[in-house]
């Protein structure tokens, strides 16, 4: 199992947190995210057998925030 860290700008509430938590939740490979809302910081553990950083990007992007 890896954990990155992905720099998620325009999470701002509660609801902004479950949007990029159960996204990323939902993609194979990926056992635990925590979200810090202050500091925009996402992090994620997950096999990088089944997931890649490109497919947790997009899933945080499809939900309308942007990955740095």
Do not use: F, P, W
């Not at 990155?4 to 159960?22: I, N, P, Q, Y």
């Not at 635990?32 to 910081?41: A, D, F, I, Q, S």
């Amino acid at each position: 199992m890896q954990t990155t860290t992905l720099d998620v700008r325009g999470m701002s509430c509660g609801h902004c947190k479950m949007s990029v938590e159960g996204a990323l939740k939902k993609l194979a490979g990926v056992s635990e995210v925590h979200v810090n809302l202050e500091t925009g910081k996402v992090e994620v553990t997950y096999d990088e057998g089944k997931v890649t950083l490109e497919a947790m990007r997009q899933a945080v992007e499809d939900q309308g925030y942007d990955v740095a």
